[in-house]
């Protein structure tokens, strides 16, 4: 302990810190020598990591007591001793020279140099500069174009899409050393752009895309007290960046040696850093963890599932928890016309770098185009804000999807008709209808060519049983449905109240309600227009209760009440509305 604070001492002595945080043309820092940004923030210098020998030029926090370094200019080639000098040259470049003046790094520029000087900005920022020239479209090189592990507030993350320069992330190889990891942390342009992480050349972590609130695969992203965060998407460059709500709170985001990505806040009461969070949450992160066309569900076990319509392609390796291969659809698909969507709500978006995206399209053009295209297979809103806008669309097998239990999104994925109609009214989504009517009222139509048929049927065969003078015995056997009283349906109702209407259908409205007993119904006023005689609507909701699928949504009973009539059914959230409105 007393060991390390002498350290320390000696340490802060060797350091003399210039109380300038400018360098002009050949002035020189040595090593031991600091310059540092004019709030006091950072300070530029020679150092060498935790336990190694080497020293290298960077910046670190100058308030943060750990030393933390954010940036460094010779990762790759390290000084082996304290020779070093860092220079500023005539032609507006930064150089690095060893004992034997050899130039061991350089930074560079492409535009001519006058009355060059470098100057750390309170930012962090180590900029080159013309004279007094601050207007940053104008530097001649700055840091933040160059990050090494860490974004810090102010830098973007990202591409300039008319130079082509790429600002990303690239780990150290350990907390020792420097020097190029095997991770990266980069904004992939393809599709819809969005962040990954990469083990070499491996992705092993996928932000998703973003979705004018935030990137599909960070649901915790979300305003804070700490900072403001924005994504960029232009012509002229796409970046992530945040700035500090409170410009004395100190906060970072880290590629660490071991590929995570992660936002440390430092707290100066315990004067240590937190994790404030991490991009990697959860199993379910690891990229493609379940393969294509799986989804992940953290608190499942097994954790991997196949998309609905899907199954294991290799069964007994899906079943060992070896989920690589995916799943394959469970009947193959042909492309035409009759192909409709499935929609999967609450999920992180698939891998967008098979994607494509029109931000003025609606999601009602998005489905018909995605229909077009044969090897589109999936189809979604590319912002989300306001109801949702533009267009997101998929080519190609589906990958990486993750179930969310907040802010997850919806997407629509390509289906065969015979597929759908199995999955019946579950898919409300289908076909990009997204305003309930259109489905209500084709439902609705659907619905009346049913029970006209049902009533056509029965009058048929009830004139053939009124024929065979054979009809009540058969008829009291098959009424086991219960009549419920009006009042029960009333209290359940809260008197038919307009906040407990589902909707309404060709047939009359569709209510929502609670019995005495907790079970949640859902009630279909029949419209008063419909003259039937009381036996006859007996007659139809015996029909009906056969006709329906019971495995979908149960027929409780039915209630009359002089002109009401009503069909109770148990009500399903799950299940589609549109079932209880057609019915
Ligand atoms: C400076 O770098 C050159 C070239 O790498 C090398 O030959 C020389 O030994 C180095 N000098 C010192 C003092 O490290
Ligand atoms: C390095 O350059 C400086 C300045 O140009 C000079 O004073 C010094 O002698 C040189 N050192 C060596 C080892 O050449
Ligand atoms: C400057 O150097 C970086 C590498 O540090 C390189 O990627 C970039 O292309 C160079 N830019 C110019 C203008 O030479
Ligand atoms: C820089 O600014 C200072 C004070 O604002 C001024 O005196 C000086 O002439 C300027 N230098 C250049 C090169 O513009
Ligand atoms: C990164 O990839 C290398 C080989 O390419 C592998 O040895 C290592 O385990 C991987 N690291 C992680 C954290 O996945
Ligand atoms: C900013 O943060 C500092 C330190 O945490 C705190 O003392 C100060 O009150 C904060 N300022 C505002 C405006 O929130
Ligand atoms: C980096 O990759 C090498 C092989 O390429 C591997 O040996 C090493 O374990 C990896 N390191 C990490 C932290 O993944
Ligand atoms: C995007 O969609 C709009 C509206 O449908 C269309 O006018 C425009 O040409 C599309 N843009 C591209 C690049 O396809
Ligand atoms: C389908 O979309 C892909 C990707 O945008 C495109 O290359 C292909 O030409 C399209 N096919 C048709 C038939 O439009």
């Known amino acids: 302990m007393e060991g390390f ?70 990762r790759q080639i390290p000084l082996t001793d304290s020779s070093g000098v860092l220079k500023v040259t005539d032609r507006g470049t930064l150089v690095i020279l060893n004992g034997t003046n050899t130039t061991i790094w350089s ?9 060059p000087n470098a100057q750390l900005l309170d930012s962090g920022n180590l900029v080159m500069k013309n004279g007094n020239d601050s207007d940053s479209e104008n530097f001649l090189w700055q ?37 190029i990891g095997n991770f990266t942390y980069r904004l992939d342009p393809g599709g819809s752009p969005q962040l990954l992480v990469r083990n070499g050349s491996t992705v092993t972590f996928r932000s998703g895309p973003w979705n004018g609130l ?29 700035e500090l709500v409170n410009s004395s709170v100190i906060t970072r985001l880290v590629l660490s040696p071991e590929g995570y990505a992660q936002r440390f806040t430092w707290i100066d009461r315990t004067g240590d850093w937190i994790l404030y969070s991490s991009a990697q949450t959860d199993d379910c992160d690891s990229y493609a963890l ?26 007994s390796n899906w079943d060992m928890a070896d989920w690589s291969d995916g799943c394959v659809r469970s009947t193959p698909m042909v492309c035409q016309k009759s192909n409709g969507f499935l929609k999967y709500s609450g999920v992180k978006l698939p891998d967008t770098r098979n994607s494509w995206l029109n931000e003025s399209m609606n999601l ?47 997407f629509y994925i390509r289906m065969a008709k015979s597929e759908l109609d ?71 109702t809260d008197n038919f109240s307009n906040d407990n209407k589902l909707g309404e259908g060709g047939f009359g409205p569709v209510y929502k309600g609670m019995l005495q007993d907790g079970k949640e119904i859902a009630v279909k006023r029949l419209s008063k227009e419909s003259r039937q005689g009381l036996d006859e609507f007996k007659n139809e909701v015996i029909h009906i209760s056969k006709l329906q699928h019971r495995n979908l949504v149960k027929l409780l009973g039915c209630c009359i009440h002089g002109e009401e009539k009503m069909l109770i059914y148990e009500y399903m959230p799950n299940k589609s509305l549109d079932f209880f409105i057609f019915g």
């Open 364 to 410: 009602k053009e998005c489905a018909s185009l995605c229909l077009r295209n044969c090897s589109c297979t999936a189809y979604t809103n590319s912002d989300i804000r306001g109801g949702g806008s533009g267009c997101l669309l998929w080519f190609g097998d589906l990958t990486d999807i993750r179930e969310y239990t907040e802010n997850g999104q919806d």
């Open 422 to 492: 199995a999955f019946a009214m579950t898919s409300s989504g289908s076909k990009g209808a997204k305003r309930k009517w259109v489905i209500v009222s084709t439902v609705s139509i659907v619905g009346m060519i049913l029970l006209s048929l049902v009533l056509t049927l029965y009058v048929l065969r009830k004139k053939r049983l009124r024929r065979k003078g054979a009809e009540n015995n058969e008829r009291e056997e098959d009424l086991e449905l219960p009549l419920f009283d009006l009042d029960t349906i009333l209290n359940a």
């Open 5 to 74: 604070a002498t350290l320390v001492l000696v340490f802060s002595i060797l350091r003399i810190s210039i109380a300038v945080d400018t360098m002009t043309v050949n002035q020189i820092i040595t090593d031991g020598e600091t310059i540092t940004s004019a709030g006091g923030s950072f300070e530029l210098g020679f150092f060498s990591p935790d336990s190694s020998k080497n020293r290298y030029v960077g910046i670190w926090y100058k308030k943060v007591a750990t030393r933390t370094v954010v940036w460094v200019a010779n």
């Open 143 to 179: 840091s933040f174009d160059y990050p090494c592990d860490t974004l810090l507030p102010g830098m973007k993350f990202g591409r300039n899409r008319v130079t082509g320069l790429d600002r990303y992330l690239s780990s150290w190889k350990t907390t020792d050393d420097p020097s």
């Open 214 to 242: 935030r990137f599909s695969g960070f649901p915790q992203l979300r305003p804070n007290s700490v900072y403001r965060y924005a994504f960029i998407f232009n012509d002229k460059e796409m970046y992530y960046t945040f």
């Open 107 to 115: 930074s560079n520029s492409s535009r001519p140099a006058q009355n």
């Open 290 to 315: 379940c393969g294509v066309y799986g989804i992940c569900k953290i608190n499942r076990s097994p954790k991997c599932e196949c998309m609905k319509g899907f199954e294991p392609k290799f069964q």
